[in-house]
């Protein structure tokens, strides 16, 4: 069980980010995936999750408005969309998987490795 | 959605415990046994040792130990070993599907 997400982007501030997470064996569309984001040295902040099964998600407050999750259930995939970029989103972001599939919001068992997005102009 | 209170760092010699605190509100923490902890190597993803707040997936050692009271959750590391040197997050539903996590607390093993 993994999951493996898409490589280190650089972006100029205004443009827009897309992030991949491949779900590998398991039943993709049985459990929640959940993207969460570490600015280097600074604490796990959510970003919001998706549901593979029927499409359902919710974004945090902080990132509503600019934060867009879609999947692809051919490809086994979700994807996260960050728009509006500013040096203050420079961070790893990770998604993951939660832990029973009977949960939407619940212990993240399985992470992918992360993907490192900068903002530099 | 608001953070969750940790300590910035706590300390501990091998073979001791640690209790690190995690303190929400009666809307997250206090209201829901959903509270998660994580232990989050340098460069690495974190990785899941306690959720539903008492509960440890597989493989993970049982030195490690959740429980709640009102509105703080804590996470005890008994036994203490050089490998659990390491960042701490604490995280809880908060309703209306949402999640927040706590600002950290790095744990060094003297």
């Known amino acids: 069980v993994q999951l493996v997400q898409s490589g280190a982007e650089v972006k100029t501030p205004g443009a827009s980010v897309k992030v991949s997470c491949k779900a590998f064996?398991?039943?993709?569309?049985?459990?929640?995936l959940h993207w969460v984001r570490q600015v280097p040295g600074q604490r796990l902040q959510w970003v919001g999750w998706?549901?593979?099964?029927?499409?359902?998600?919710k974004y945090s407050e902080k990132f509503q408005g600019r934060v867009t999750l879609s999947r692809d259930t051919t490809a086994n995939t979700v994807y996260m969309e960050l728009s509006g970029l500013t040096s203050a989103d420079t961070a790893v972001y990770f998604c993951?998987?939660?832990?029973?599939?009977?949960?939407?919001?619940?212990?993240?068992?399985?992470w992918g490795q992360g993907t490192m997005v900068t903002v530099s102009s | 959605q608001s953070v969750l209170a940790q300590p910035a760092s706590v300390s501990g010699s091998p073979g001791q415990s640690v209790t690190i605190s995690c303190t929400g509100t009666?809307?997250?923490?206090?209201?829901?046994?959903?509270v998660s902890w994580y232990q989050q190597h340098p460069g690495t993803a974190p990785k899941l040792i306690i959720y539903?707040?008492?509960e440890r997936p597989s493989g993970i050692s049982n030195r490690f130990s959740g429980s709640k009271s009102g509105n703080t959750a804590s996470l005890t590391i008994s036994g203490l070993q050089s490998e659990d040197d390491a960042d701490y997050y604490c995280?809880?539903?908060?309703?209306?599907?949402?999640?927040?996590f706590g600002g950290g607390t790095f744990l060094t093993v003297l």
């Open positions: 993951a998987r939660v832990a029973r599939t009977t949960m939407v919001v619940d212990g993240l068992d399985v």
């Open positions: 064996e398991y039943n993709f569309v049985s459990y929640v």
């Open positions: 998706i549901n593979p099964d029927n499409d359902n998600k």
């Open positions: 009666d809307s997250d923490v206090g209201k829901y046994n959903l």
């Open positions: 539903k707040t008492t």
């Open positions: 995280s809880s539903y908060a309703g209306g599907s949402t999640l927040v």
